[in-house]
T-cell receptor, first 115, second 109 residues
Framework: GAGVSQSPRYKVTKRGQDVALRCDPISGHVSLYWYRQALGQGPEFLTYFNYEAQQDKSGLPNDRFSAERPEGSISTLTIQRTEQRDSAMYRC?????????????FGEGSRLTVL | LAKTTQPISMDSYEGQEVNITCSHNNIATNDYITWYQQFPSQGPRFIIQGYKTKVTNEVASLFIPADRKSSTLSLPRVSLSDTAVYYCLVNNAGNMLTFGGGTRLMVKP
């Protein structure tokens, strides 16, 4: 696609429910990153993939959070048993290469609200 | 991992040049320095990237001294629309791209 696409754009859920956030990268982009951003804060790194391989998941807050990218394209971030503190904007970003250069292209984000 | 430190906020006036400095004392040999701009309700957007000396593009310049322990983003003749948060990133060797708190630039008329 023309840009990084994230869905849903807005998600309201009740505490204890599971949610799945989807990221559809720019075609051909190798690296895919997930961030979480609270209001007034910088993006907080969660995890990233090169192709289908999850390279680093050290930023995932706890074991309720998981991510996958099974075919090296679309990625899903899953939060199980959501809690109110999980409420935030979740941002996906991708780039063309797996090396340490090149710009990240961000999607518009998925705003999660846990009641 | 290289950690970055930058001022929390800056004020400027339209037409002035703005320089935002970021320190990254633990930068590694292979690390690049990248700056992003973020407007409210939008994702960060790439501005400029460099390794050493000076890089210039149509929107900004990036100055990196020889020791590479800091970098300065220079925005020439800012306008009201440059009001945003600016982030300095160091591309870690492991490619875990970590954003700091950023610098909130307020451009006043």
């Amino acid at each position: 696609g023309a840009g990084v696409s994230q869905s849903p754009r807005y998600k309201v859920t009740k505490r204890g429910q599971d949610v799945a956030l989807r990221c559809d990268p720019i075609s051909g982009h190798v690296s895919l990153y997930w961030y979480r951003q609270a209001l007034g804060q910088g993006p907080e790194f969660l995890t990233y993939f090169n192709y289908e391989a999850q390279q680093d998941k050290s930023g995932l807050p706890n074991d309720r959070f998981s991510a996958e990218r099974p075919e090296g394209s679309i990625s899903t971030l899953t939060i199980q048993r959501t809690e109110q503190r999980d409420s935030a904007m979740y941002r996906c970003a991708t780039r063309t290469r797996e090396m340490n250069t090149g710009e990240l292209f961000f999607g518009e984000g998925s705003r999660l609200t846990v009641l | 991992l290289a950690k970055t430190t930058q001022p929390i906020s800056m004020d400027s006036y339209e037409g002035q040049e703005v320089n935002i400095t970021c320190s990254h004392n633990n930068i590694a040999t292979n690390d690049y320095i990248t700056w992003y701009q973020q407007f409210p309700s939008q994702g960060p957007r790439f501005i400029i990237q460099g390794y050493k000396t000076k890089v210039t593009n149509e929107v900004a310049s990036l100055f990196i001294p020889a020791d590479r322990k800091s970098s300065t983003l220079s925005l020439p003749r800012v306008s009201l629309s440059d009001t945003a948060v600016y982030y300095c990133l160091v591309n870690n060797a492991g490619n875990m791209l970590t954003f700091g708190g950023g610098t909130r630039l307020m451009v006043k008329p």
